[in-house]
């Protein structure tokens, strides 16, 4: 492990994930992520697991593993912990480190240019309260993401990423757009919601006058009773 001052690190988090990603052993371990991100703390993880979610989380087994420890950050979060917090356990959990490197290079050129449009603005939105309330988001989010759904994990991760980089940056506006992705999410569930609900008192009925012909049809081609 490279031997930084971890607690007045300034490097570009792109160049802390490039760093941990030119490392010799195999596997890359969950704790050696929480030494390297230091000070960084809650936002740092939040935006690596949701950034390696986007790139690796199709591989099966990979959401659990990255998922898991956003759950327990969310509830850290909510209950206003200083520091992250992680069982043994999930230090001791890994991913093999070329997995990473591959989902990397998918992420950083975009990590980048992110990071030079990124700065300190709109404290408001990270605020106690403010990281209380993206730690609820998070850990229901976090839920969708730990379980088997195909494809997803794609927007929560992408939501977590994005509160992730924000609290880790301090920009308030990435927290804004955050929310805002929220709450699209809530409008169109709610439209899902009402379109089912206004719409099945017709399509059930058509359902079952369906699957009443079958047994008619079935004899018909057939012969059979």
Same mark, same amino acid.
């Given at each position: 492990?490279?031997?930084?001052?971890?607690?007045?690190?300034?490097?570009?988090?792109?160049?802390?994930? #490039?760093?941990? @990603?030119?490392?010799?052993?195999?596997?890359?371990?969950?704790?050696?992520?929480?030494?390297?991100?230091? #000070?960084?703390?809650?936002?740092?993880?939040? %935006?690596?697991?949701?950034?390696?979610?986007?790139?690796? @989380?199709?591989?099966? @087994?990979?959401?659990?593993?990255?998922?898991?420890?956003?759950?327990?950050?969310?509830?850290?979060?909510?209950?206003?912990?200083?520091?992250?917090?992680?069982?043994?356990?999930?230090?001791?959990?890994?991913?093999?480190?070329?997995?990473?490197?591959?989902?990397?290079?998918?992420?950083?050129?975009?990590?980048?240019?992110? #990071?030079?449009?990124?700065?300190?603005?709109?404290?408001?939105?990270?605020?106690?309260?403010?990281?209380?309330?993206?730690?609820?988001?998070?850990?229901?989010?976090?839920?969708?993401?730990?379980?088997?759904?195909?494809?997803?994990?794609?927007?929560?991760?992408?939501?977590?990423?994005?509160?992730?980089?924000?609290?880790?940056?301090?920009?308030?506006?990435?927290?804004?757009?955050?929310?805002?992705?929220?709450?699209?999410?809530?409008?169109?569930?709610?439209?899902?919601?009402?379109?089912?609900?206004?719409?099945?008192?017709? %399509?059930?009925?058509?359902?079952?006058?369906?699957?009443?012909?079958?047994?008619?049809?079935?004899?018909? %081609?057939? @012969?059979?009773?």
């Amino acid at each position: 492990m490279l031997d930084y001052d971890y607690q007045s690190d300034t490097r570009p988090f792109s160049r802390v994930l #490039e760093d941990i @990603g030119a490392q010799e052993d195999p596997k890359l371990h969950l704790g050696e992520l929480v030494h390297a991100f230091g #000070e960084r703390g809650f936002g740092a993880l939040m %935006l690596f697991f949701g950034l390696m979610n986007v790139a690796i @989380g199709i591989i099966p @087994g990979t959401t659990t593993i990255l998922g898991a420890p956003l759950l327990l950050m969310g509830l850290q979060l909510i209950i206003r912990r200083e520091e992250v917090w992680l069982p043994r356990w999930a230090l001791k959990r890994s991913i093999d480190r070329e997995t990473y490197r591959s989902g990397l290079e998918t992420v950083l050129p975009r990590l980048k240019k992110v #990071e030079r449009l990124s700065k300190p603005r709109l404290s408001i939105m990270t605020s106690e309260v403010s990281e209380v309330l993206i730690g609820i988001v998070t850990f229901l989010l976090s839920v969708i993401l730990v379980l088997p759904i195909w494809g997803g994990n794609l927007i929560p991760a992408l939501i977590i990423a994005t509160f992730g980089f924000g609290l880790m940056q301090r920009d308030g506006l990435a927290i804004v757009i955050a929310w805002v992705a929220v709450g699209l999410i809530c409008v169109a569930g709610l439209v899902i919601w009402l379109a089912w609900t206004w719409v099945s008192p017709f %399509l059930l009925p058509v359902w079952d006058w369906a699957q009443s012909l079958l047994p008619n049809a079935w004899t018909w %081609l057939t @012969g059979l009773p």
